[in-house]
């Protein structure tokens, strides 16, 4: 089974900064990657996905993230935040052999300050 | 879009009642899933499924049971809640095949006294 890591389980950024949070996931096999993002109150979203093709993808919002197999790496990327991207981010990862299922990190919460 | 409905968003029980958390998708996926959502543990797997009548452990089934009789719905059954399962339950629906993304309902936020 794989396991996915998201290494900063806060991460508090000033408006209009970069910002970026971490993802690593356990397996080097094919891998299907995803970022969902959780507004209070509200179920997941996806932002963005990588299934194949181009190691960096785009997604909702502005943001983009970029696959590195090498690595194992999913990091997420937004070159200017805005106050309504506070919310919780989570990276799921599922592969090959069970595609059916995806794995979860722990989450990162961002919180942006104005 | 796929609408992904969790009857509930909002649940208070008591201590051993039999409690129901219904989940409806309508896009005639084949896949479903029932994940709890604690603070610091992100989303853990209960149950899941991928057919009609069919079943399978995730990675924390005890002390809940699932259903699905139609393809469109799959309930939870905690049989007799406890406490240490006041907790956010969210509900995914899935297409067959590998490359398949999971839709999420909104969420049941279940508090057992």
């Known amino acids: 089974a794989q396991s996915v890591t998201q290494l900063d389980s806060q991460v508090p950024v000033f408006e209009e900064a970069p910002v970026e949070l971490r993802c690593n996931y356990s397996s080097s096999v094919s891998v299907y990657l995803f970022w969902y993002v959780q507004y209070p109150n509200q179920g997941l979203q996806l932002l963005l996905k990588y299934l194949s093709g181009s190691t960096l993808v785009k997604g909702i919002n502005g943001f983009e993230a970029e696959f590195n197999k090498s690595q194992t790496s999913f990091h997420l990327r937004k070159p200017s935040v805005h106050i309504s991207d506070t919310a919780e981010y989570y990276c799921a990862v599922s592969d090959w052999n069970t595609g059916n299922q995806f794995y979860f990190g722990t989450g990162t919460s961002l919180t942006v300050i104005p | 879009d796929v609408k992904v409905t969790q009857s509930s968003r909002y649940l208070v029980k008591r201590t051993g009642e039999k409690v129901f958390l219904e989940c409806v998708q309508d896009m005639d996926h084949e896949n479903m899933f029932w994940y709890r959502q604690d603070p610091g543990l992100g989303l853990r797997l209960i149950y899941f499924s991928y057919d009609v009548k069919m079943k399978e452990k995730g990675d924390i089934p005890e002390g809940y049971s699932v259903s699905r009789e139609k393809k469109e719905r799959f309930s939870l059954i905690l049989e007799s809640a406890s406490t240490n399962q006041t907790s956010m339950y969210l509900c995914?629906?899935?297409?067959?095949?590998?490359?398949?993304?999971?839709?999420f309902g909104a969420g049941t936020r279940l508090s057992v006294l």
């Open positions: 995914a629906s899935s297409s067959g095949g590998a490359k398949n993304i999971q839709y």
